[in-house]
């Protein structure tokens, strides 16, 4: 078995930062509504019915974070998803919490069935 490197504390503070990022449920959000591909900032703010600033706020976290990618337009700005690792890691973690809640079920349907006799 390989023992355990220590961790240079800047890289275990990087990786809490990206963690940090996607933490956020409207950032959550955000980065499920780019899923299909690129979007104004004006359609980002409607489908979240939420400001534009708090819409931008967001956006501004991701795009330095590197999750996310600007182009502008005259005077349009349109983000889309440049780290499609992102999205493996929120599979993952939606796989991991759906794997729980069955089991979660199958223990409140034999329980139920038990109470039945």
């Known amino acids: 078995m390989k023992s355990a490197e220590s961790?240079?504390?800047?890289?275990?503070?990087?990786?809490?930062?990206?963690?940090?990022?996607?933490?956020?449920?409207?950032?959550?959000?955000?980065?499920?509504?780019?899923r299909d591909g690129e979007k104004c900032v004006q359609d980002l703010v409607e489908a979240t019915a939420t400001s534009q600033a708090n819409v931008s706020k967001h956006l501004k976290v991701m795009l330095q974070a590197?999750?996310?990618?600007?182009r502008s337009e005259g005077t349009s700005a349109y983000y889309s998803?440049?780290?499609g690792l992102s999205f493996e890691l929120c599979n993952l973690v939606?796989?991991?919490?759906?794997?729980?809640?069955?089991?979660?079920?199958?223990h409140f349907r034999a329980f139920s069935i038990a109470g039945k006799d």
């Open 7 to 34: 961790v240079p504390p800047e890289v275990v503070q990087q990786v809490a930062e990206y963690f940090s990022v996607l933490g956020e449920p409207m950032r959550l959000r955000i980065l499920n509504l780019l």
């Open 66 to 70: 590197g999750i996310l990618c600007r």
């Open 81 to 83: 998803v440049d780290d």
């Open 94 to 106: 939606c796989d991991r919490i759906a794997t729980r809640i069955e089991e979660q079920a199958k």
